[in-house]
């Protein structure tokens, strides 16, 4: 079982900057692809950004179009957390985001998820 929980949330102007960080209990989160989503109101919850897990050949990023150049996911086994950096901000990014992890690279649709965290909300003012 692994339990995530997210942080860093909150209200901020337009081109402000946020770090949310989502924490794993549990065992092997090395062994986890991790990812971002998010859901704005009155929408489905759609992808922001994934990190896969850290092999002998390195890792990989994927991020959704509308973040891409703006936010940079990356992740600290030691500490057993995944970041969101997200510059730039705007009022569109306004949502709750959740990090999830999954055993598979694939994220869309979201039926291979393992496990969701609670969300944290991120709120940009124009």
């Known amino acids: 079982q692994v339990r995530l929980v997210e942080s860093g949330g909150g209200l901020v102007q337009t081109g402000d900057s946020l770090r949310l960080s989502c924490t794993a209990s549990g065992r092997a989160f090395n062994t986890y692809n991790m990812a971002w989503f998010r859901q704005a109101p009155g929408k489905e919850r759609e992808f922001v950004a994934a990190v896969s897990v850290i092999s002998w050949s390195g890792f990989s990023t994927s991020y959704d179009d509308s973040v891409k150049g703006r936010f940079t996911i990356s992740r600290e086994n030691a500490k057993n957390t995944v970041y969101l950096q997200m510059n730039s901000l705007k009022p569109e990014d306004t949502a709750v985001y959740y990090c999830?992890?999954?055993?598979?690279?694939?994220?869309?649709?979201?039926?291979?998820?393992?496990?969701w965290g609670q969300g944290t909300q991120v709120t940009v003012s124009s």
């Open positions: 999830a992890a999954s055993r598979s690279d694939s994220w869309v649709p979201t039926d291979s998820v393992d496990y």
